[in-house]
């Protein structure tokens, strides 16, 4: 029995993802493997000393959904879920993470069981890439076909700032004030009354 909880110790130890149990009845952790140290720079230690640092380093903007998204005690199967987290450098950083609540036999105790690995796989900046590669090529194209008509197209915000305006709207508006417009600048600057047009 100890050989083999010493054979899964060194296994778990060897993966690069990150892996912990946690008991909940006691609030320690029965393990926590290299790879933890790995994604989120925290050592066991720190883990130990800060009972509450799981729950810390969770980017704000994520951590109410990361908590409401805990799995039930003797629910099957794996809840996963993907989030923020700050790294002991300051570093924000996706991962991705697998939990599940378990009774341990031998001592009758709730156990979380939490396996992590950073969500920025080469695959995923690739996907990335070509999703940017394609919005740059979509915009270009419809740039072009926006700036080979003669009519005047241009958009401003609520305050009046223009936001973007094609190649025959600046020159119109160049011809008519000698000014050429750019994006924002006040789109009301030579109209007169600016607060009543705006209005």
Do not use: C
Not at 59 to 80: F, I, K, N, T, Y
Not at 115 to 132: E, G, L, W
Not at 159 to 187: C, F, L, Q
Request: glycine share 8%.
């Amino acid at each position: 029995r100890i050989g083999e909880k010493s054979m899964l110790t060194d296994l778990l130890a060897a993966l690069n993802d990150g892996v912990w149990a946690y008991d909940i009845t006691t609030q320690n952790y029965l393990f926590i493997s290299p790879g933890v140290h790995s994604i989120l720079e925290y050592s066991a230690t720190d883990f130990q000393h800060n009972k509450e640092l799981a729950t810390q380093i969770i980017d704000p903007a994520d951590r109410d959904m990361v908590l409401a998204a805990s799995p039930q005690s003797g629910a099957d199967g794996w809840l996963e879920i993907t989030y923020r987290v700050v790294t002991k450098g300051g570093k924000t950083k996706w991962i991705s993470q697998k939990k599940r609540h378990i009774i341990d036999e031998s001592t009758g105790h709730e156990v979380i069981l939490s396996v992590i690995k950073s969500a920025s796989t080469s695959s995923d900046k690739n996907t990335a890439k070509n999703a940017a590669e394609e919005i740059a090529w979509t915009k270009n194209n419809l740039e072009a076909l926006i700036n080979n008509t003669e009519d005047y197209i241009w958009s401003i915000d609520r305050e009046g700032k223009y936001v973007y305006m094609n190649s025959a709207y600046r020159k119109r508006i160049t011809g008519m004030v000698g000014t050429m417009p750019n994006e924002g600048d006040d789109a009301y600057v030579h109209s007169g009354g600016t607060t009543k047009v705006k209005n």
